[in-house]
Nanobody
Framework: EVQLQASGGGLVQPGGSLRLSCAAS????????LSWVRQAPGKAPEWVSA????????SYIDSVKGRFTISRDNRVNTLYLQMNNLKPEDTALYYC?????RGQGTQVTVSS
């Protein structure tokens, strides 16, 4: 059974930083690309970033380029999202996603 558990969210002021983690199990983590997805209240889910199995290739939605960095550690089956210079519009529930599986999210709230 695929399990994806995101953590690291919280309340932060504009301009602040957070580092999200996603602990994965139930599949061959090191062999697959992974993504971060977010969903703001009342809005559809939005893809944020993706990374290939070897970390050679990463991609981002335009609104987070230069502020967010996706990474992974295949030794411990964990995906990360470093978020800097956070903005109120980044407020959302953040999920890690593998295929059609999207585990429990972690809430990020950016507010003064």
């Amino acid at each position: 059974e695929v399990q994806l558990q995101a953590s690291g969210g919280g309340l932060v002021q504009p301009g602040g930083s957070l580092r999200l983690s996603c602990a994965a199990s139930g599949f061959a983590f090191s062999r697959f690309g992974l993504s971060w997805v977010r969903q703001a209240p009342g809005k559809a889910p939005e893809w944020v970033s993706a990374i290939n199995p070897t970390s050679e290739f990463t991609s981002y939605i335009d609104s987070v380029k230069g502020r967010f960095t996706i990474s992974r550690d295949n030794r411990v089956n964990t995906l990360y999202l470093q978020m800097n210079n956070l903005k109120p519009e980044d407020t959302a529930l953040y999920y890690c996603q593998f295929g059609a599986s999207r585990g429990q999210g972690t809430q990020v709230t950016v507010s003064s």
